[in-house]
């Protein structure tokens, strides 16, 4: 049970009376002011305000909800608007209600409405009040009295994932006070605080899948190049997340029978669904008609007028907060650090505020409605950790206020008709660095591209910003004697392999995927990049790498942004090459040093995997972590980064209630679909069968 001071934020007694007199007293202020403001709206009389304020909450009380129950769902979505012209249409047929009250016309009733909308959201931030608590209330009571007695069903479980934040932040988000929500389940002891190890891509495509699906076959970052396709696979696209979740759904995902999936990349087989890429309503086909309508959920949200306001109003202070935070980092030098203009500031308004604001209203609406298993995804920190840091000042302030609505999820479950359990966790952590753009002056599809044969720009520049000459030119244009042990020996290797004509297949077929020269395709995702060659099919082996492009792989290997690099030999099988060792990962055996020593006790077997699977590429290197600093400069232009091995990416948390089996060591997301799964037997869900079997079963 929550403590005695959570209890308070619920809206009951003198509480409710005193918000209601002060909002109605703030509302007949306003109309006061508004009548001095505006001259298409008139209140000549000291009591026509307070009549009128007092009329407005009779509407929105007890009128607004039936008007709103049988408005066109289709004219609220659109942000809201069509719910602020019916609240204007309602001001002017008060005013003429009230004896010598003028509103010109349509217009001005509107902007009436949204000042009044404003002011009762203000009220609430101000009194920490939740405006849409009366009705969870009310609708809380309808579903008792509709629905099944809450304790024959087993608890309903809420998988509420923080997306990017790693392990070792939140311990110190919970010692600073960053996270006070989860800094008091774990000093009540009713929640316990564990770590778990991503797979080699950590990132949301392949931990989302697994955890969901039991399965991330495949998967090898948030974008891959699958040769027999000649198509780059990219997570976010709608077109490609609902194609990699039928590759992955047996229908038994952990959201069937009866499951919710808010703001994540795939469904889980989730009969309810908003804010989810996989299943984009024109893309994806309802199931038996179950699946939700297209925009309920933006529906419910946007009808309330206070909740458009409070929303948008809280967007445009995000944008501004974004602004000011990019100024400050530049003026105060700080590094590393990108360039955070353009459109960001909206797009991280839209995570931060806009999507998080309707999910929270839906998870709500699944807990009211005593949905088993809801899964949602707050990217907020995420997307400011990329571009500012994974524990800078702004990335801390969009975490509390992820806390602060865990907080009001866990007052809004005691409102719903069954008992849930919250489990909190991460899909990975963040690795900071100094982008391998800006530190080494150019990005790895040119030096990829350059040492493969490829043509520089026209105007010989580089992609990313110029940097100190102690990068790139004197990390590259090593001689054979400045070089490490193993570019040596590829050097020699090539030397003696290289045919004297070395002959590439001209490109037979146009293609939209972008080459980084003739026949080679570099894909990057955060610190793995991805190297194909398009002219051969199936995996490329290393001989044939090394015969066709003789300095690549020593180039590569000797660079001091790069960590290791898979590769397959016709004769040793999956190899990883280091500057200073190779492993092999058929025997394990190692010559030299240890490449995969500091990424981790489970690296080499995380390799192992991803070298198993179908569209792995013929190079895959992962960048270079640095222990002492703790740092690696991702392949894309982040400065917080993850998508493979190396420093807090590979370390998600997970935060469960202390009354749950304990899920020992986790290593990669198809075992903590395992954990989840356990608990959800623990507690008395019943296992989700598929429709084929179903059907099959009726048959008989």
Not at 28 to 44: N, Q
Not at 281 to 299: F, K
Not at 654 to 665: H, K, N, S, V
Request: net charge positive; charged share 20%.
């Amino acid at each position: 049970m929550p403590e005695p001071s959570d209890r308070g934020r619920l809206l009951r007694g003198g509480r409710a009376l005193a918000r209601l007199l002060l909002v109605w007293a703030l509302v007949a202020v306003s109309l006061r002011l508004l009548d001095l403001w505006l001259t298409e709206f008139a209140m000549p009389l000291w009591w026509q305000p307070i009549v009128f304020a007092a009329m407005l909450g009779l509407l929105s009380a007890v009128v607004w909800p039936l008007i709103m129950r049988f408005a066109p769902p289709g004219a609220v979505l659109f942000l809201g608007l069509f719910s602020f012209l019916l609240l204007g249409a309602g001001i002017l047929g008060i005013s003429f209600a009230v004896p010598l009250v003028y509103v010109a016309n349509l217009r001005t009733a509107v902007v009436v409405a949204v000042v009044m909308a404003g002011v009762a959201g203000l009220v609430s931030s101000m009194l920490a009040i939740d405006e849409d608590e009366v009705f969870f209330r009310r609708a809380a009571r309808r579903a008792r009295r509709g629905g099944s007695d809450p304790c024959d069903d087993p608890p309903g479980v809420l998988l509420l994932q923080i997306d990017g934040l790693g392990y070792d932040t939140v311990r110190r988000g919970v010692r600073d006070g960053n996270l006070p929500t989860l800094a008091r389940w774990l000093s009540q002891d009713s929640h316990l605080l564990t770590d778990w190890h991503c797979d080699w891509s950590s990132q949301t495509g392949a931990t989302v899948c697994g955890l969901l699906h039991g399965s991330n076959d495949d998967i090898l970052g948030f974008r891959w190049y699958e040769k027999d396709r000649d198509h780059v696979m990219a997570c976010a696209n709608p077109v490609d997340a609902a194609e990699i979740e039928r590759r992955h759904s047996d229908g038994r995902g952990l959201l069937a029978n009866g499951g919710a999936a808010r703001g994540g990349l795939f469904t889980g087989d989730a009969d309810h669904t908003s804010l989810t890429m996989s299943a984009v309503p024109i893309l994806t086909r309802s199931r038996r008609g179950r699946r939700d309508p297209a925009g309920a959920g933006y529906y419910a949200y946007f009808a309330n007028p206070i909740n458009v306001v409070r929303t948008f109003g809280s967007a445009l202070v995000d944008v501004l907060r974004e602004i000011s935070a990019s100024t400050r980092q530049h003026r105060a030098r700080v590094r590393p650090r990108i360039k955070r203009g353009g459109f960001f500031p909206f797009a991280r308004a839209g995570t931060t505020v806009i999507a998080r604001d309707l999910m929270v209203s839906a998870i709500i609406g699944d807990m009211l409605a005593g949905r088993p298993v809801v899964y949602a995804d707050f990217l907020g920190y995420d997307e400011v950790a990329h571009r500012t840091g994974i524990e800078r000042f702004d990335a801390l302030a969009v975490l509390r206020s992820i806390d602060q609505q865990i907080g009001r999820l866990q007052r809004a479950a005691r409102l719903a008709p069954r008992r849930y359990r919250l489990v909190m966790l991460s899909d990975h952590g963040v690795t900071q660095g100094w982008a391998f753009t800006h530190r080494f002056g150019e990005s790895i599809e040119q030096l990829v591209g350059r040492l493969c044969g490829g043509t520089p720009p026209a105007d010989g520049s580089r992609g990313g910003q110029q940097t100190g000459g102690w990068q790139l030119g004197a990390a590259l244009a090593e001689a054979a004697t400045g070089a490490g042990p193993i570019a040596r020996a590829l050097r020699a290797r090539a030397g003696k392999q290289a045919a004297k004509d070395r002959h590439r297949t001209e490109e037979g077929r146009p293609s939209a995927v972008t080459r980084a020269a003739p026949g080679v395709v570099v894909v990057v995702s955060g610190h793995v990049a991805m190297v194909s060659f398009t002219e051969h099919e199936g995996r490329v082996g290393m001989e044939t790498i090394e015969r066709e492009f003789p300095d690549l792989l020593p180039s590569l290997v000797d660079h001091p942004g790069i960590g290791f690099m898979l590769v397959r030999s016709a004769r040793s099988g999956p190899i990883v090459l280091g500057r200073d060792g190779v492993r092999g990962l058929r025997d394990d055996t190692v010559s030299g040093r240890d490449p995969l020593s500091g990424y981790g006790p489970h690296a080499a077997d995380l390799i192992r995997r991803t070298d198993g699977f179908a569209h792995c590429p013929d190079i895959v290197i992962n960048s270079r972590y640095h222990p002492a600093t703790d740092d690696a400069s991702p392949f894309e232009i982040h400065v917080g980064s993850h998508g493979g091995l190396g420093g807090g990416q590979s370390r998600g948390f997970l935060m469960y209630p202390a009354d749950l089996p304990a899920p020992g060591e986790i290593v990669g997301a198809e075992q903590l679909h395992r954990v989840v799964r356990g608990w959800l037997d623990h507690l008395g869900h019943r296992q989700p069968v598929p429709e084929k079997e179903t059907e099959l079963v009726a048959e008989t």
